[in-house]
Structures are given as structure tokens and as C-alpha cells.
């Protein structure tokens, strides 16, 4: 059941475009898993640092943006990925790895900060067929995603996120990770939960420039029944039976449907043993506009440090922002009961639930309205998601839903004596 949400009651985060906290660079299309729900084609293939700088380059010319998201493919197996950190550093830009981690040690990770590594992102979900994790829940898989944590913390100084596939048999497992993420709030930064998506061959036709293409040879694309409209609203429901304040406060809309949650972002307070409260849609406001205000820029990935001032949260917002009073009353109380909670910080999590394209009965794509997973081809800023369509056509696809076959009718005539 999805849950009511209003978005009129949100703070629409003002990101478009030309001006967005992520630009999002693929220097490899090459990765050493085949997740179920991954939207690039596995080939082993790396561009050229200097391929690299070009998009780095046309991002700063297209876009002004906080944070590069290195992805791919899995970019630790870019062989100079630490050069990659590096060159966004010297950008004066923050550099973020999205991985599955197979490819992480420790040294890496060290020389990785040491080039100017800010923050790290871990997809890990059940249905990515990783060596000895198949068959596992996401409750199971919980074990891994606190290899990876530990790994990060014992580096310190690197915000740390975790990345889960959605699927609808798995869906019922997404609070088991909220319940570790809230465990482990002082090393997790943010959880962020991505709804299961496919080009849908029955149904629809498929057209690249007015002509008819054949959309199967995309990986993406899906010929057998299984459900591909997972919405954030669902995952959000589910979120709210294990924790019934749960409370988004911010989003972005859809190009076509105004009131889609395509990135619906939470924000909430506490420590290893409570969680406390959210944060509410002014409070994210004044953080994004003053941010941008101060800076010039929409902000991504907070250090760990400024993620561990939940006391200093409350304390400054708790008069304007109901919610935060809410938590804050439930704070006080908790150090009334056990003083010695007062020696313990207050951490700041971030859960993120992004639902991507949905196609609309009558063809029509709705995309995420400023979606700040765009990346660079041909020297444009393209969907990351959609990627291989212009790979493959030249051109993003339009979808038309199939006309039904014209019944033939049968021949009235009377047959010749």
C-alpha cells in the first residue's frame, strides 16, 4: 500500500540542469558483477585519462555542481582511478566512488583519501550474484554492508553510503537495512533505495527517430511478467511499518507528473540506540538555499564530522521546525532516564528512496526533473540511466503503446454456385 504523502507539504529541492550538487562520470563501462538491475552493458572497456578530463572539463562548462560521482560500470577497476580522484580534487570539486566493492582493500581506500576522496557509495543489494552471497536476504546481506562500514570508519574521515535495488520480492526486506543503517548511524551516512526499473517489451513499441527499433538488445530491456512500477511511495510505506515517524521532508518531481516522488529524501536524528526525530522541509531548505548562498553551490555529501552534530541540530532548529522540537523533547527525556547519554554525540542520517523513469499509459517518460545522475556523451549532458539507448541509436527512444491487431473481418460475399 503507498503511503499519503503530499507533496504541496514538501520542500522541492531546487536542483535542475545547470545547476545541481552531482555531476555524474563514467570512466569505465567494465564491472566484475552482473547485478540484476544494472542499467549499463558490461564491457571491458576504461577511457583515457584524458577522455576523463574532457568530461570533467564539459561538466564544469555545462554545470555547476558540489560532488563527482565516479561510477561506471564499478570505477575501481579503472586502473587509474586514484589519478580520477585526484584531477576532481584539484578541481576543487568533492570526489565520490560508487562501488560494489568487490574491488576495495584497505590500501586502496587509503591511497584513495589521500588523493582527496570525500565520500564512498556501496551498492550492495541480494540480487547482484556476488561470490558466496547468493540466495541471501537483505537482511543477510546486512553483514557485508557492515564489512564495508567498518573498512570506511577505520579509515575515518569519509562519508559513507549504502546503495540497495528494490525489487518486489525484496521489498518487504527494506526496513531490515533502515534497522542496520540506524544501528550503525554514527559510520552510515546515508541509505538511498532505487526502485526496479526495465524497458518493458510487451505493451509498447519502441522508436528511435521515427523508426522502429528493437529495444532487447539493451540490457534493460524485459520480455516476462515482473513488476516494474515499484513506486517511492511503496517503499516508503514499508519503512513506515517498522518506523511510524518516519517522515520525508524533501523531493524531486517528475518531467511529467508533478506530485512523483522521483527522489524522496529524509533526513533523521540519533544515536546508535534511538532514533529520535526527522528533520522537516524548512530546516532542508535553509541547509540547501544557505549552502547554496554561502558557497554558490547545492551541497552532496556532508563530512562525517558535520554529520555527527544531530545535538548542535536540535539545539539551533528545534524552535522552527516542529519535528526537530518533537525530537528534541524525546532527546531531553532520554537523558532524564540514562544522564549518560549525554556522552555520546547525536548523528544525522540520510534516507533516500529515488524511483526512476516511469513510462506513463500513453508512452509519455516521466524522468527525475533535475535529476543530478546526468553524465556526459558526445559532450552532453545525458540520463545516466538511459545511457545505452544512445549507444545503441543514436538518440533516446520514444515509447507508443502497441496497437492492437485489426480483426480481420470475414468476406460477406456468397460463394459463386
Known sequence: ??????????????????????????????????????????????????????????????????????????PLMHPQVVEIVRRVTKMGRKAIINTNGLALTHELLVELKDAGLVGITFHVDSKQGRPNWRDKTE?????????????????????????????????????????????????VHTLVFITYRAAVLNGFDYFAGGEKVDMSKL???????????????????????????????????GTEKPD??????????????????????????????????????????????TMSMGRSLLAASAFVDPSLRTAAVRYLKQVARKPTTLLSPLHVQSVVIIQPIDVLEDG?????????????HDGKLAWSCRLEELKHFGCFVNCAPKRAEPRRQKDARLPLA
Open 1 to 74: 500500500m503507498e503511503q499519503v504523502i503530499d507533496h504541496r507539504t514538501l520542500y522541492r529541492l531546487p536542483w535542475n540542469l545547470s545547476d545541481n550538487p552531482i555531476a555524474w562520470l563514467e570512466p569505465t563501462q567494465a564491472c566484475n558483477l552482473a547485478c540484476d538491475g544494472c542499467y549499463r552493458q558490461n564491457v571491458k572497456e576504461h577511457k583515457s585519462i584524458d577522455e576523463v578530463q574532457a568530461d570533467l572539463d564539459t561538466f564544469a562548462r555545462l554545470r555547476n555542481f558540489d560532488g563527482v560521482s565516479i561510477a561506471g560500470g564499478d
Open 260 to 305: 512523483s516522488f522521483k527522489w524522496l529524501a529524509s533526513v533523521r536524528v540519533g544515536d546508535k540506540q534511538n532514533i529520535y526525530g526527522y528533520v522537516g522541509p524548512k530546516v532542508m531548505e535553509f541547509t540547501q538555499a544557505g549552502h547554496h548562498l554561502l558557497s554558490g553551490r547545492y551541497m552532496s555529501y556532508a563530512p562525517p564530522s
Open 139 to 187: 537482511g543477510q546481506m546486512n553483514e557485508l554492508r557492515q564489512h564495508f562500514a567498518d573498512m570506511v570508519a577505520n579509515v575515518g574521515g569519509i562519508a559513507c553510503a549504502f546503495n540497495s535495488t528494490v525489487y518486489e520480492d525484496t521489498m518487504e526486506q527494506v526496513p531490515d537495512i533502515v534497522a542496520w543503517g540506524a544501528r550503525n548511524i554514527d559510520r
Open 364 to 376: 509519455r517518460q516521466n524522468m527525475c526533473d533535475g535529476c543530478p545522475d546526468m553524465t556526459i
Open 219 to 253: 540490457v534493460y530491456s524485459l520480455d516476462k511478467p515482473r513488476r516494474t512500477d515499484i513506486s517511492s511511495r511503496d517503499v516508503a510505506a514499508v519503512i513506515k511499518q517498522r518506523y511510524p515517524d518516519f517522515a520525508p521532508c524533501a523531493y524531486l518531481n
